[in-house]
């Protein structure tokens, strides 16, 4: 894209070498727009007839000023709905004005085909669409690309090339005086181009002496002129390539001050708005000279004296005509204010300019689906490691973390210093998950870590559980965020056997009723008992049947045996001879292996909210959670539960790496804006506001009791949400398997059965059919369920 | 409360009370007696207008003694105020008979009770209970978590929540827990700065003699000995005379959860039951929890619901030897007069006629709540029993199946007996 193709009408008549290569883009593109519309069917023809029709009528007095063209244009991009096409092309009427910016296409494309149908000569024309503005006198037509004029003049086509623009929306008189002169200029023009280019560099060479300094006081503006041009880039139909580019570029960079030097070339053509208006008359008065030296000398015009008297108008008188008409259609600053009303995205990109240091955020309208399946993304999986308090989950994790080198040497040199000032040195390794100070003064993970690692096929998130059966509510939260777990055991004697009776088993039913599917069992600690055969087996014997109860499918469960804190058997096989009987994968291998579930990505956005916190200076207000299901996106307003408030996704980082969109699967960190930090807490559903969760104050829930249930205070668990609650009524014991009842209003419910009871919330809280409940009292799992109905 | 002056006659009931409320605790109590229909006489402000002969009227506020009939009880657990609303049972030079009239009783002022019912087992022995002039334990309770705090009073028959903290606190985050230190700073210096305004220390110097109430920390995890730590560092760096003179009356306790309902664990846990062994609300969080215990074995001697309990007592199972009753005041200031009648009378029969045991619970505590939970009454029985939830149709039902495959006299016998039947 040439720098200069914003060029103002402050050089309307000049000439640019590097634009004639600019002006065969544009022709190919207009031919394939062309070739498009006539690949159009009968019923295609008759609702484009229509539709024009029905646009011209909406646009109403802006429709003076575009072509039919444009209109089935836009009416073809947006499939005949005629609303969005008004409201594009009253869009583009107005970045036009202000940005200067040619739409090349539509008017190549008129040119082109005018030129065909009132001179069938030019139809040889190849490479050089040769419009010479300079023929258009009377008009300010600035915007237009500069063009060489050594070239065969399509004459013809020059009116129509510009009676479209906006400010060039002279009054019907006038605009006719010119098409009919326009075929005695052609022999004219052809032979006077040499003088033409002379005059014309002449004239270029003063003005530029003139305005030499001009350009530098408005450089501000003209940063935020290119960052309007920039910014409305998206909304065109077809991108230039480079401009694309550059404009991606930009956007990553915080200040619009550190672009203004890049491209000094354009900074000169995109004079700031008002100043151009105001100068309208006099480029009017220098270019109608121009032009009228042209007809004066070459040819006998029929009417030149027409456009003298033109010039000879007074200043004021002229100035007024002018404004009054070329710009009957909406100023700059009524786009700006309409477009504010109409156009919510045009109204932010202005505001953008406004405060350049915050940038407001605009969406993109991506279709998330489609590019989350175009885009081939890496195997992205979450899992949450699970067991019984000491079984080694901190330092596995720590060790994966270490033997993939996300933790470089130096810090896990650094904490095994720490750990062993305080007499703790096996725990340095746990230490990459356990950070706060309680944490490492206790040697125990009170709440989830969480972390990544990449692998050459797959992303993993890490969700590092506490075992410790105080912090299960933060486990619980964890679980909520995974896909499947890894469920660490100590081989070493009685620590197995008493995570079984512990964590263990709680953990494990925890997992199962979140719905979890797949199972990975570390079996830690083998070097303690010596790579001992018969004990793994005999744990596998027993883990197995044990997880066919909390029904896990046998196929689904996988048992490693492997040491954490020696990391054999994590990342890299066994190399201690006693443990060559085991020949299966490692840890890893297993990780990349498993089977993960399905995304809900084409369904309503849901994402419950881990953890709020502050970023940094420039998000003061961020969340992260797990996509349960949908998609979101940069710019996405979202509403947040049980609130009832909405935020504007301002940016997304998916595992600490800015993007555009994220997923059903992904826990992303969102930074939001528009929202005070009160309205959002752990536990909250972040949702679409048009598909809202329904606040819940009492709900029936299907319950498979892990202890005996009889009414009593409960703590609720959905997902991250933890909340007070009873359990009001015990409805009906139901079957296991066919779930009729089997008893009403039971006395109690025992371990193992299921009956459908009545959960009371201690306040109204966003709960759904179908999701999942896991109720606690006292510090045990007394059940797990699923929400079926508002009670 | 003081007992000023009673006048009851043991064998009908009938007769009154005047009773003077000396602390909060009082008001709650007095909440207890008032029943509907009873007459209640305490000095009262009323505006009283009058209307000349010349037809001007004007009002003044005139303090009398009013005596009403009791319509309807209004008490806030927060602030222990009790208003009485009702109309106007004796007639005065102000006030006319049936008038309404809505009297604020208030502590240190007076006020004549006369039982409508006459004064009942029950209404006797919540006479009794609101007079006991012993100390009665109170506490300070915090149950808290990382980002929420319950600040509760603990008295004999009450659990006030006096106020609730949550504070966002930040979790933990990959590379810097800044946000989460942080936020629990925060957290813990806005939950002792609510907690001092709410306990409101005693001046060590003005007035020395005040006793400073105990208070209990109970949470998940190291967040109460978090706190303590918090705590204690606050007192020595404010030299704060107060706090730390509270230091040594700190108790932490281990709860499951940072929900009040865990109250009751930290409440039968060991270290407190030992200091707090014979206050009414450790007695009754141990039944409740012998109670649930007795639930999960599902060994048919615990039974809650009040059919179920009902009937449990019709078998004789809640007698001599262990069987307890237990039921929620609730119950007593039901507004339906049959209603306290039913219960009154279950009382009496089980104490008086069976000799199990009863336990009054006061609802307004954490144990109170979850037997709420369970319908207001539960028992322990002697002996098991089963199908007592059966439906009365149901119930039925199985006796004239029963009774249609009956062949032989002896049948009859054995299937009776299979149903604690006995042929009345």
Known sequence: MPPKSGFSRARNVDYDDDDVYDDEDYYDEGGQNAEA????????????????????????????????????????????????????????????????????????????????????????????????HVKEPARPAAHR???????????????????????????????????????????????GSSKLAALAAKRRKEREDAEAAAPKVDSDADSAIAMLDKLSVRTKENNNPSRQSRYLVRRRSPSPVLEAPKEPETEEPEVPQPAVVIESPAQRASASLFASTLCGTDAAAKQPPLQLPDLSMPLAAHQSYNTMDAFSGPSPDDIKRKSKLANGDLAESVEKLAVADEPRTKS???????????????????????????????????????????????????????????????????????????????????????????????????????????????????????????????????????????????????????????????????????????????????????????????????????????????????????????????????????????????????????????????????????????????????????????????????????????VAGQIPTLHLTDIDPVHLRQGDIVCAPKEPVKLVKAFTSKLLAFEPVLPMPVEVFRSTLNSPGSIRTLSARLNKFTGEVVKKKPRIVKPGEVARVVVQLERELPIEEGMRVVLRERGRTVGAGLMENVA | MKLLKSQIEQKTGSGWAALLPEEPEDMWHAYNLIQEHDLIRA??????????????????????????????????VGSGQLHVSGRVATENEYVKIGQHHTLDLELNRKFTIEKAEGWDSVALGQLKEACDASRRAQLWAVVLGEGTANICMITEHQTILRQKIEIAVPRKRKGGVDGHTKGMDRFFSTTLSTLLRQMDLPNATTSPQEKTLPLLLASPGFVASAFLTYIKAEATRTTNKPLLALLPHITIAHSSSEHIHSLNEALSSPAITNKLSDTKFSRETALMDKFATM?????????????????????????????????????????????????????????????????????????????EGLGNVAAILTFPLEGLDEDDLGYLLKIFNLLSDIRHASELDISLSLLNISIV
Request: with cysteine; net charge neutral.
């Open chain 2, 295 to 371: 639930m999960r074995l599902d060994d048919g001697r615990a039974w809650y619901g009040p059919r179920e309990v009902e009937r449990a007592v019709d078998k004789g199972a809640v007698g001599r030897g262990g069987g307890v009753l237990l039921i929620n005041n609730a119950l007593f200031r039901a507004q339906n007069v049959g209603e306290r009648r039913r219960w009154v009378r279950l009382v009496d029969r089980v104490r008086d006629v069976e000799g199990g045991e009863v336990r009054v619970l006061s609802e307004a505590h954490e144990s109170g709540k979850r037997l």
């Open chain 1, 364 to 662: 993109k309208n991506l279709n998330v689906v489609d590019v989350f399946e175009k885009s081939g993304m890496k195997r992205m999986a979450n899992f949450v490691v699970l067991g019984h308090v000491d079984h080694g989950k901190s330092t596995l994790m720590g060790r994966l973390l270490y033997d993939l080198k996300v933790i470089d040497q130096r810090s896990i040199d650094k904490l095994r210093k720490e750990a062993e000032l305080i007499g703790k040195s096996s725990f340095a390794l746990a230490w990459v998950m356990d950070e706060t100070s309680e944490e490492r003064s206790r040697g125990v993970t009170v709440d989830i870590a969480t972390n990544y690692i990449e692998t050459e096929k797959s992303r993993f998130t890490i969700l590092d559980a506490p075992g410790h059966k105080d912090f299960i509510p933060n486990m619980i939260s964890g679980a909520s965020q995974a896909d499947f777990p890894v469920l660490v055991i100590d081989a070493s004697t009685n620590s197995f056997e008493s995570g079984l009776k512990g964590q263990t088993k709680e953990h494990i039913l925890i997992a199962r009723s979140m719905g979890m599917q797949h199972i990975i069992v570390a079996v830690n600690k083998m070097d303690t008992v010596a790579w001992s055969k018969a004990r793994f087996d005999d744990i596998v014997k027993r883990m197995t049947t044990f997880l066919t109860e909390a029904s896990f499918l046998e196929k689904r469960i996988t048992f490693i045996p492997l040491a954490g804190l020696t990391g054999e058997n994590v990342a890299k096989k066994i190399e201690n001879s006693a443990g060559h009987w085991y020949s299966g994968e490692t840890l890893l291998e297993a990780l990349e292996r498993i089977e993960l579930p399905q995304r809900n990505v084409r369904k309503a956005l849901r994402l419950s909210v881990a953890d709020v916190f502050k970023g940094d200076m420039r998000c003061p207000l961020s969340i992260s959670g797990r996509i349960d299901a949908g998609t979101l996106q940069v710019g996405d307003v979202v509403l947040a539960l049980p609130a009832n408030e909405t935020a504007t996704i301002k940016s997304i980082e998916v595992q600490d790496a800015p993007v555009d969109w994220a």
């Open chain 2, 43 to 76: 000095k009262a402000v009323r505006r009283v207008s009058k209307t000349s002969d010349a037809g001007s009227t004007s009002s003044q506020r005139i303090a009398l003694d009013l005596t009403i009939t009791v319509t309807y009880t209004d008490f806030d």
């Open chain 1, 145 to 191: 690309l500069p063009l060489r004029s050594i070239s065969i003049p399509t004459n013809a086509a020059a009116t129509d090339f510009f009676w479209d623009v906006p400010w060039g929306n002279v009054p019907f008189n006038r605009r006719g005086i010119i098409t009919v002169d326009a075929p005695h200029y052609k022999g004219a023009l052809l032979g």
């Open chain 1, 37 to 132: 519309e006539d690949a159009m069917t009968a019923d295609d023809k008759e609702q484009m007839r229509i539709g024009t029709i029905r646009v011209r009528e909406a646009l109403g007095n802006m429709s003076d000023s575009t072509s039919d063209q444009k209109i089935q244009e836009a009416l073809w991009h947006y499939y005949y709905d005629v609303s969005k096409s008004v409201s594009y092309l009253k869009n583009k009427l107005g970045t036009e004005v202000k940005k200067e910016k040619t739409k090349p296409i539509s008017r190549f494309d008129q040119a082109a085909s005018v030129a065909d149908q009132n001179a069938p000569t030019t139809t040889g024309m190849s490479t050089h669409v040769h419009v010479s």
